[in-house]
C-alpha cells in the first residue's frame, strides 16, 4: 500500500482532514514561534497582571502580566517536543521488546510480558509521578517518566501482530533462505508493523502531551518561567475567578491539539486498513 | 535407487498441547508419526493426502523451519537434524521451498528486486552490478521481465507472484526445492502454465521436487513417485503409473475415486470414505484408518501395519494386503 493510496483514503474522511490541518497548524506555529509571536514570552509586567484580551494583547495578560498568546505560541514548541521524544522513547524501547516476545515466544515472552503486567497494574500517571519524583523534578524527566510509561502500550500492540507475522509464509521463505532471526525481525517484521505503529504514534503523542500537561500542572514538568500550557493553567487557576482568560486560553489550546492528533489518529487508521480499500 | 539424495527415515513432529498457568503438558498432536521416504537425484516425489495429515509439516521439518521431535533426515549423506548453525546455513542453499499461497509469501512492502536479491544478500552471493544481472537473469528464466524488478507483490496476478516466490527459491541454486501445494492458490487456467514452468526447470538445471498436494490429477502429470499420506504416516508409496492402476492401500483407492473424469457418460465407481478421521491427539491403536475403512480386519485393531515393499518398488502398509496374498 502506497501513501498515495493512504492519502486518497484520508482524503475522503473530513475529520480526519480537519485533524490534519490542526496538527499541521501547530507544527507551524512551533516552527515559526518566533516569528508569530507578538510579545516576549518572559517580559513581565506586574502593574498591568491579568489584563483582559485586547488589541494588543489578543489573548491578554497573565498573573505577571505576560502575553498569554506568546506564552501559548511558544508553549507549542514544548508540548509538541515532548509528544515527540516520548513517543520516541516509548516506541524505541517497546517496539523492540514486543517485537522479541512476540517472534520467540515461550519463556522469553512469558518473562517481557510478566514485566509488562506489572508497569500495566500501576495507573500510568501514578507511575509517571513515582518516577519524576525519583529522577528529579524537571521537563527532560518529565518526557523520560511518560516515555517509559508509554512502553506497555507499544509492546502490547508489537507483540500481537508480531505473533501473526512470524507464521505468515513471507517470513518462513526468510527463515528458509537463511535470514538471522535478529535480520527477519528488521527486514520483515518490523516495516510490516509500521501501519499500526503510526497510528498508535499518533494518538500516543496525545496522549502524552495530555499526561505532560498533567505533570506540569502538578509542578512535576515544566518548571516556571517557561511557557508550558500545563504550567500556564495551573499557575493560572487561582485567577479563575478575576481572570478567567488565563485558564481558558491554554485549557482550550491544549484539547484543540488533542482533538486534532486524536482526529488524525483515527482517520490514519481507517486509511491504512486494506480492508477500507474500496 | 542409485543416487539417493534425501532419505527420511522415522520423522516424528509432535507439538505439545498445554495448560494451564504452568503450561503443563497434556498430551501431543502428533502432526507426523514415523514418515520414511527416499528421493533420487531428479527425480519428483509427490505427496498426496488430506488436509491435516502432515504433508506441509513433513516439508518445514526438513527444511528445519521447525524442529524434529525424532527421526533422521540425509541429505547426501549427511545428517539435516545434526547440524550446526555453520552447516545450516549451507544447507540453506541446497534446499529451498516454494509456498502455496502467492499472496502470504511475499513480502508487501519489498520490491521485486528485493526479494529476489534477498537469499543473494544472506548468503553473499554476487554483488552490484553482478547481483543486478543475476536477478534479471532469474526473473527471465521464470518468465518475468526486467520491467517488474522495481514494483511491489500487489502489483501482479496470483501466477506471476509464484513465479516471483520460484526465483527466489532458485535464486541460490538449490539441489532440491520443496513445492508445497504451489499451484493450488491458482486459476485452472494458471496452474498449467506453472506446471510447465517446473518441469522445463528441472530439465535445465536438473532439480528434484517434492511435490506436496492434493489435487491428484496435476500430481499424476508431474510425479516420477507418490507417496501417500493419512494422518502423520506414510500409508502406500509407488511409482506414479503403478499408484494409478494398481492402488492397494484402500484410503489411496478412495482419493483414486475422488478424480473427476471429464465424460459425463462414464461409469465411475465413487468410494465413500464413511466414519470419522480419528483426532491426532488421541489415535486408536492399530492401523490408523481402520475407523474410516472398508475392509476393516480384526488384526487392524490390534497392530498398526508396517510400511513393506510388496514388489516393483510399491510400498504399503496395509494388513489388507497380506492377509489376502496369505
Not at chain 1, 507578538?38 to 483582559?52: F, K, N, V
Not at chain 2, 502432526?31 to 505427496?47: M, N, Q, R, Y
Not at chain 2, 533422521?72 to 547440524?83: K, T
Not at chain 2, 499408484?243 to 462414464?266: E, G
Amino acid at each position: 500500500m502506497t501513501w498515495i493510496a493512504v492519502w486518497r483514503q484520508l482524503k475522503r474522511n473530513r475529520l480526519a482532514l480537519l485533524g490534519l490541518v490542526i496538527v499541521a497548524f501547530f507544527i507551524a506555529v512551533a516552527l515559526f514561534a518566533p516569528l508569530l509571536a507578538p510579545h516576549d514570552p518572559l517580559a513581565q509586567s506586574i502593574a498591568r497582571a491579568g489584563e483582559t484580551p485586547s488589541a494588543q494583547h489578543l489573548l491578554g495578560r497573565d498573573e505577571l502580566g505576560r502575553d498569554v498568546l506568546s506564552r501559548l505560541i511558544y508553549g507549542a514548541r514544548i508540548s509538541l517536543t515532548v509528544g515527540l521524544i516520548t513517543v520516541v522513547i516509548g516506541a524505541g524501547i517497546g517496539v523492540p521488546l514486543g517485537a522479541i516476545s512476540g517472534y520467540f515466544g515461550g519463556r522469553t515472552d512469558l518473562v517481557i510480558q510478566r514485566l509488562i503486567d506489572i508497569m500495566l497494574a500501576f495507573p500510568a500517571m501514578l507511575l509517571a509521578i513515582v518516577l519524576v519524583s525519583t529522577l528529579g523534578v524537571n521537563l527532560e524527566n518529565a518526557m523520560i517518566a511518560i516515555g517509559v510509561v508509554s512502553i506497555p502500550v507499544y509492546a502490547r500492540l508489537v507483540r500481537g501482530t508480531t505473533l501473526v507475522l512470524r507464521d505468515i509464509e513471507y517470513v518462513q521463505a526468510a527463515r528458509a533462505i537463511g535470514l538471522s532471526n535478529a535480520g527477519i525481525i528488521v527486514r520483515h517484521i518490523i516495516p510490516n508493523l509500521l501501519s499500526p505503529l503510526i497510528v498508535q504514534s499518533t494518538l500516543q503523542i496525545a496522549t502524552a502531551i495530555l499526561w505532560a500537561a498533567g505533570l506540569s500542572f502538578l509542578g512535576l514538568g515544566a518548571q516556571a518561567p517557561t511557557p508550558e500550557w500545563g504550567a500556564m493553567l495551573s499557575s493560572g487557576r487561582t485567577f479563575i475567578r478575576n481572570a478567567p482568560h488565563i485558564v481558558t486560553f491554554p485549557g482550550l489550546t491544549i484539547m484543540i491539539t488533542v482533538l486534532g492528533l486524536n482526529l488524525l489518529g483515527d482517520g490514519l487508521r481507517d486509511a491504512l486498513d486494506p480492508r477500507m480499500k474500496l | 535407487m542409485s543416487d539417493v539424495l534425501l532419505a527420511v527415515t522415522g520423522l516424528k513432529k509432535y507439538f505439545p498441547l498445554k495448560k494451564g498457568l504452568l503450561g503443563k503438558t497434556y498430551g501431543h498432536v502428533k502432526a507426523v508419526d514415523g514418515v520414511s521416504f527416499a528421493v533420487a537425484k531428479g527425480e519428483t516425489l509427490g505427496i498426496v493426502g488430506e488436509s491435516g495429515c502432515g504433508k506441509s509439516t513433513t516439508a518445514r521439518v526438513i527444511l528445519r523451519l521447525i524442529e524434529p521431535t525424532a527421526g533422521e533426515a540425509l541429505l547426501g549423506g549427511r545428517d539435516i537434524f545434526a547440524m550446526d548453525a555453520r552447516e545450516l546455513r549451507q544447507l540453506r542453499r541446497r534446499m529451498q521451498i516454494v509456498f502455496q499461497d502467492p499472496f502470504a509469501s511475499l513480502d508487501p512492502r519489498m520490491t521485486v528486486a528485493d526479494i529476489v536479491a534477498e537469499p543473494l544478500r544472506v548468503h553473499g552471493i554476487a554483488a552490484g552490478t553482478e547481483r543486478r544481472e543475476l536477478i534479471r537473469d532469474l526473473l527471465r528464466t521464470v518468465g518475468l521481465s526486467d520491467a517488474h524488478m522495481g514494483r511491489h507483490p500487489h502489483e501482479f496476478s496470483g501466477g506471476q507472484r509464484q513465479r516471483i516466490g520460484i526465483a527466489r527459491a532458485l535464486s541460490v541454486k538449490p539441489e532440491l526445492l520443496f513445492l508445497d501445494e504451489p499451484v493450488s492458490a491458482l486459476d485452472v487456467s494458471i496452474q498449467s502454465q506453472i506446471v510447465n514452468l517446473f518441469q522445463d526447470l528441472q530439465q535445465r538445471y536438473g532439480l528434484t521436487y517434492i511435490f506436496i498436494a492434493h489435487d491428484l490429477a496435476v500430481v499424476k502429470h508431474i510425479c516420477d513417485r507418490i507417496a501417500v499420506m493419512y494422518l502423520g504416516r506414510v500409508v502406500e508409496t509407488a511409482a506414479t503409473a503403478e499408484l494409478f492402476t494398481r492402488p492397494l492401500h484402500p484410503y489411496t483407492q478412495a482419493l483414486l475415486s475422488a478424480i473427476p473424469v471429464p465424460d459425463p457418460d462414464a461409469a465411475q465407481e465413487r468410494i465413500l470414505l464413511a466414519g470419522d478421521v480419528p483426532n491426532p491427539v488421541d489415535l486408536p491403536p492399530g492401523c490408523r484408518f481402520q475407523t474410516r475403512c472398508r475392509f476393516k480386519l480384526p488384526v487392524c485393531a490390534a497392530a498398526e501395519p508396517e510400511l513393506t515393499d510388496v514388489g516393483n518398488g510399491h510400498c504399503l502398509a496395509c494388513h489388507l494386503h497380506r492377509v489376502s496374498s496369505n
